[in-house]
């Protein structure tokens, strides 16, 4: 199955998803009453949820008969590790260039 193959950011490289996950961040909805936001088959509303689901942004919890979806953190969570790491590399090369400049400076 290709969604095996995906990771958290080929799931938020369609911006469909990214609507999907803007939507969530209001309230938990029903497939149906996402689908209702695009113009797209209620199949294809419901692979994109498949793909969101799989990379933990959201679970789907079966209410009756709707099945509802909520946002979940861990897909969030793999994101802020990515940005973190990268946050830190930024900070710590940054903080190298400027105690070589300030070297630099008070030799001349």
């Known amino acids: 199955m290709a969604q095996q193959t995906l990771d958290t950011f080929q799931a938020i490289a369609d911006p469909s998803r990214r609507q999907i996950l803007k939507l969530l961040s209001k309230e938990s909805l029903t497939i149906n009453a996402l689908a209702e936001n695009f113009d797209m088959s209620r199949p294809a509303v419901s692979k994109h949820i498949k793909i969101l689901e799989y990379t933990g942004f959201i679970s789907?919890?079966?209410?009756g008969r709707e099945r509802y979806c909520t946002?979940?953190?861990?897909g969030f969570n793999n994101l802020q590790l990515w940005m973190t790491f990268f946050d830190n590399f930024w900070k710590v090369n940054f903080k190298k260039l400027d105690t070589l400049l300030n070297t630099k400076t008070h030799k001349k």
Do not use: N, T
């Open 71 to 74: 946002l979940k953190q861990d």
């Open 60 to 63: 789907i919890e079966d209410i």
